[in-house]
């Protein structure tokens, strides 16, 4: 990060939105030379300390001592990293489906990312990263992190969906209505459009626009449970 381009970071404004150690980590990483940076860039620097944090504790042989190293020095006293189970980019993708921190919690239970007794393990850190998500959203987010279902699919929105994609919303609901992995979703559809001879972007861009009146979004298994089943099963069984 370079003064003389501004794309200065003051810590405070790091720590409303990150991890200490993250920001510790992202210095380390090109010790002494210049970075590019953008506040986009925040939820894939998470993602490498959570890799790193993994592979520290679960002694990973397959992930080099650098890496390790990276993860040890960017420790800050009396604070606690640990891997989790979610990933930052993953709640901010939801976390503005809810009020509160303890219902973003709750919606990851429901999709049996971990249980409550794993929940005790890292309670505090991830009501931490919840909060760092939600703040990082509304600041410097994308579009296509703020986000929210649409009550109703106007006629010219509707003109806009992929027709080649309409026939295959049958399929998806059914698999919707019986799934219960967020990530078994995703492929599913990603599997039935090349089976369909249909793009894949086609088939989640129509999804997109009659869910959230948007072309893109975040991963739709995740959108399917934090939106609600019977929302996006009636929303697609309408358009058919």
Known sequence: MSASVGNVVFPH???????????KFL?????????SFSWG??????????????SFFENDSSVGGHEKDLFYFSSVKDRKVVPLPVDYSSVASIVNFFP?????????????LFSKNDLKNFSQQFDERITHARKWVNLYGGPEFKIGFIESVEKDLLMAVPKEAI????????????????????????????????????VFKALYLVVLGKEKGPKFGTLVFAIGKEKIINRLKEIV
Request: no cysteine.
């Open 13 to 23: 404004d790091w720590l409303s939105v990150s991890r200490p150690e993250a920001l």
């Open 27 to 35: 210095y380390l990483k090109r010790l002494a030379q210049t970075r």
């Open 41 to 54: 860039y925040v939820p894939n620097i998470e993602l490498e300390l959570d890799r790193a944090a993994k």
């Open 100 to 112: 509160d921190n303890k219902s973003v919690v709750d919606k990851f239970l429901g999709m049996g």
């Open 167 to 202: 026939p295959l919303f049958v399929d998806i609901s059914k698999k919707i209505e019986r799934e219960k992995s967020a990530s078994e979703i995703q492929e599913f559809i990603f599997e039935l459009a090349k089976a369909r001879g249909v793009a894949p972007q086609s």
